[in-house]
């Protein structure tokens, strides 16, 4: 036998739970009507788009130097924001901390309260990247269920009940929750807190959808005042219609944002993204505009959904979780046939679909009287 003729290629080990691991992320396919990652389907209009744009020209000019590392009058802004969508006190720019989407807010808060021998709690039902920020930081990522199908409802007893058999450093709520829509009310949130008080635990309300949530849902955000243990993330990503901005943020104890400085990368928001981001803010009346039509969008689709004789979750997102009456993979695949993209999350036998356009939204309706016959 002869030598071979090239050495073999060598490549490098990746460490375990990395190795043979696949990038998160759902398809990105050029369809019609795309109701798969809860996006906002409202751009910008021509004014705004210039408007972003010209700040984002204003910071090019200066791109020679580092951004602002403290992030100072974005996180004032944000504040400011909060304070008139929550009704809260604006939370002084000290206890707001930004980062490139909440996906990058989450992965810093478990660098900082994880890590190798800590583990953090959720529920499921629950977004699909919280397990990838524990893999990530070494973090043990362990799991609760919801309540049953249709609600999957959270209790304070049953959080507490979690808290106690698990014994977590850090607890993730979600509210509303993805994928199943569920908004928390305030007695689970403050069950929780309490519940990790004594024990130097941290909770972390992600409340990426908040601004969907249906009248009289108080946001987490209104526990900050009593309860220090608690951080709340949000995002611009959904009701504000920037997710290709990619702007995340918190709001806790200054201490807690203290600790998230340390382990955030120098210079990790670009000046242009700040620049973005700012001008969007100062612009949120239209860029949030679209809410309100979203929510009525929603409630109507899930009544259409119930009227046909699925199972549906109760939503205060921009989405809705419904059985199928087919086998779920097949009734996805013949809704994208009908160029119509949604998502097969949650338990088996059940699809997410975001609420889009009105014409979106007729598109589904159409799609699936074909593609799921009842
Ligand atoms: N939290 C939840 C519950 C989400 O569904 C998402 C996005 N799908 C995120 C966080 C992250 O969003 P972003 O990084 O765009 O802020």
Redesign the pocket.
């Given at each position: 036998t002869s030598a071979p003729t090239t050495a073999p290629v060598a490549l490098p080990v990746p460490r375990d739970g990395i190795v043979g691991a696949a990038p998160y992320g759902a398809p990105q396919l050029q369809v019609e009507h795309a109701l798969n990652?809860?996006e906002n389907p409202y751009g910008p209009s021509a004014e705004l788009a210039a408007a972003i744009g010209s700040a984002a020209a204003e910071a090019a000019a200066g791109l020679n130097r580092y951004p602002d590392r403290e992030v100072l009058a974005l996180r004032a802004d944000l504040g400011d924001y909060l304070a008139a969508e929550s009704g809260v006190p604006a939370p002084a720019p000290e206890a707001v901390w930004a980062a490139?989407?909440?996906?990058?807010?989450?992965h810093q808060l478990l660098l900082a309260y994880g890590g190798p021998g800590r583990t953090a709690l959720g529920f499921a039902p629950?977004?699909s990247?919280y397990p990838e920020y524990a893999r990530d930081t070494y973090t043990g990522w362990e799991i609760a269920a919801r309540g049953p199908a249709p609600e999957f409802t959270l209790t304070a007893q049953a959080v507490t009940e979690a808290i106690a058999a698990h014994r977590p450093n850090i607890v993730v709520l979600?509210s509303p929750?993805?994928?199943t829509g569920t908004a928390l009310t305030l007695d689970v949130v403050e069950a929780a807190a309490s519940a990790l008080a004594g024990t130097g635990g941290l909770l972390v309300v992600?409340e990426?959808?908040g601004e969907f949530r249906r009248d009289g849902v108080p946001s987490a955000l209104t526990l900050l005042e009593t309860h220090p243990n608690l951080v709340v993330?949000r995002?611009?990503?959904?009701a504000f219609a920037l997710?290709g901005a990619?702007?995340?943020y918190l709001v806790a104890h200054p201490a807690i944002v203290d600790t998230v400085r340390v382990v955030r990368l120098p210079y990790h928001l670009s000046a242009v993204t700040q620049a973005v981001a700012r001008t969007a803010l100062a612009h949120r009346e239209e860029l949030l505009g679209k809410v309100a039509l979203l929510r009525t969008e929603r409630d109507a689709l899930a009544e259409h959904l119930a009227g046909r004789g699925h199972a549906v979750a109760p939503s205060d997102a921009n989405f809705i979780l419904f059985r199928t009456f087919a086998d779920r993979d097949a009734v996805f695949e013949d809704l994208l046939e009908r160029s119509v993209l949604v998502r097969a999350v949650g338990p088996d036998g059940w699809l997410r679909v975001s609420v889009g356009t009105p014409e979106n939204n007729a598109a589904f309706r159409s799609a699936l009287e074909e593609a799921d016959p009842r």
């Open positions: 990652v809860n490139n989407g909440s996906n990058e807010v989450m629950h977004y990247m979600t929750n993805n994928p992600d990426a959808y993330t995002t611009m990503s959904k997710a990619r702007l995340g």
